[in-house]
């Protein structure tokens, strides 16, 4: 049995993307959306629902405590006629969702505004922390993974795996008192919570969101960093790697040449579970830093029983993660023919 030492030929433009390679990848990447869709809509047609059935449930009268105690039984009865809630339970919540399609997801019982206005106002502060802490997630956690595969069982391989291994251990909240103990309290470098809009100063809007930023990208990192780690251990390890290494290739250049391509698809799966997660951390993070997000827009609303601003945000948010799971998993797809060829052409050289 021979070994051909040589990297796999690369795909030229000439024939990635055409023929059924393009269909077969067009095809996979409709499908991994669809279904991705579907679960995601379904998760939120059950969550909405039981959110009316819990406001149903819990017996408060949204009329009532907007016109006090002065009103009249006939005031009440006018207000509920204008909130809708006069009508059984499953005709308000097939009204609401008919014109939430159509983009109008209704007014506070409470304050009158327009729930889509809270929401803008509110949703910028979150996608920017949001970003930010996926920005962090890849630089740190991906150059930490790249750094241990290249010291595969070296000091650096054991620092990172035992770094990731605590950070896995503690929650945002957590890291992020810390983090205020430390930079907020003791050092003084930035403070302890608030925000300004990036629009209007972005050094100030940076000093306000790093700290809730890193609180959140801190378990995102780690989990990138082992995964990245692994698959990267496990390519450098495949017959084209190990080729091209002795053709006289640098391990450098092999891995930001090819192994890192090849290897990037479970960490982008990583990626997009951390979307939620970053997201639901958020509630908690918001909380601990003073932001005026939308999970402290929700977490009020709540607390006043203010459904139609629940609803609102549930369905914001149910579209912010389907939409960062379809880009991570068209990304996915785009990587996944490129590793499976390696895979194919590290085998067939071995035979």
């Known amino acids: 049995m021979t070994v051909a030492l040589s990297l796999p030929p690369t795909p030229s433009?000439?024939?990635?993307?055409?023929?059924?390679s393009r269909r077969a990848r067009l095809g996979s990447a409709t499908g991994s959306v669809g279904r991705l869709a579907l679960i995601t809509v379904t998760v939120f047609l059950l969550s909405s629902l039981?959110?009316?059935?819990?406001?149903?449930?819990?017996g408060a009268n949204p009329a009532a405590a907007v016109l006090g105690e002065t009103a009249t039984p006939a005031d009440i009865a006018r207000m509920n006629h204008q909130f809708g809630l006069d009508v059984p339970l499953w005709q308000q919540y097939l009204t609401w969702l008919g014109h939430a399609l159509q983009g109008d997801l209704g007014r506070s019982w409470f304050?009158?505004?327009?729930?889509?206005?809270?929401?803008?106002?509110?949703?910028?502060?979150d996608l920017s922390i949001a970003g930010l802490a996926l920005l962090l997630a890849i630089v740190v956690g991906g150059g930490a993974g790249i750094a241990a595969a290249l010291s595969n069982g070296g000091p650096v391989d054991r620092v990172v795996t035992v770094v990731c291994s605590v950070v896995a251990t503690m929650p945002p909240f957590v890291i992020g008192i810390g983090l205020i103990v430390i930079f907020s309290v003791k050092l003084k470098l930035f403070p302890s919570g608030g925000y300004v809009p990036f629009s209007q100063d972005p050094l100030q809007w940076l000093r306000f969101a790093i700290l809730p930023a890193v609180a959140l990208s801190v378990d995102a990192a780690g989990s990138l960093a082992r995964q990245l780690r692994t698959s990267l251990v496990g390519a450098l390890q495949e017959n084209y790697s190990?080729?091209?290494?002795?053709?006289?290739?640098?391990?450098?250049?092999?891995?930001?040449g090819h192994v890192l391509r090849n290897a990037s698809g479970p960490a982008l799966a990583v990626l997009g579970l951390a979307v939620p997660t970053i997201i639901g951390g958020a509630v908690i993070t918001e909380k601990l830093f003073n932001l005026p997000g939308i999970a402290q827009l929700a977490l009020q609303s709540a607390g006043q029983g203010d459904v139609p601003v629940i609803l609102g945000t549930l369905l914001v948010t149910v579209v912010v993660v389907l939409v960062a799971s379809m880009v991570v998993n068209v990304a996915q797809t785009a990587l996944n023919p490129l590793a499976r060829r390696g895979a194919t052409t590290g085998r067939g050289a071995g035979s």
């Open 13 to 20: 433009p000439a024939t990635v993307g055409t023929g059924p």
């Open 50 to 58: 039981l959110t009316f059935a819990l406001g149903a449930m819990a």
């Open 111 to 125: 304050t009158t505004v327009p729930v889509s206005d809270s929401i803008r106002a509110a949703l910028p502060v």
């Open 242 to 256: 190990t080729g091209a290494e002795m053709r006289g290739f640098s391990r450098h250049r092999v891995l930001f």
